[in-house]
């Protein structure tokens, strides 16, 4: 996420701000645009954090992760914290030589009861790796 050029990929629902020089903080549907040359061998990772704030309110969160809109997998966190999420991708995801689009939706994000300010989780670092 501090990377100069991450804004380039960020498509909606990632804060512009870079907090502590490292993270952003996301909203309902955090989605990302990348150009992938190849479709084999890849494991797509993500650090991330559930804040202790919000998850007082909203407990256990559950994330579907969506490729092009398909469903790639859920994973659920039952404490706050920081997180490591890797799967391999099915090689049929996508083709090579394409735009990929990846979207990570929570189950639950927390309101703020004073200014309705929302607030999803903590995106560190997302992307896909050989």
């Known amino acids: 996420m501090g990377d100069l050029n991450a804004e380039a990929y960020f498509v909606k629902d990632i ?3 870079l907090e502590g020089g490292a993270w952003r903080w996301t909203t309902e549907e955090p989605t990302l645009k ?3 040359e190849t479709n084999q061998n890849l494991r797509f990772v993500m650090d991330f954090a559930i804040a202790d704030l919000t998850f007082k309110d909203t407990g256990p969160v559950t994330f579907s ?3 092009n809109g398909r469903l790639f997998d859920k994973a659920r966190y039952d404490r706050p ?3 490591h999420y890797e799967k391999p991708v099915p090689p049929g995801f996508f083709k090579p030589k394409s735009e990929v689009t990846v979207s990570v939706k929570p189950d639950k994000i927390w309101i703020a009861k004073d200014d309705g300010a929302k607030m999803g989780f903590i995106l560190i670092r997302i992307g896909f790796e050989e």
């Open 34 to 36: 990348f150009y992938l």
């Open 65 to 67: 992760i969506f490729i």
């Open 15 to 17: 804060a512009m701000g």
């Open 81 to 83: 914290g920081e997180k």
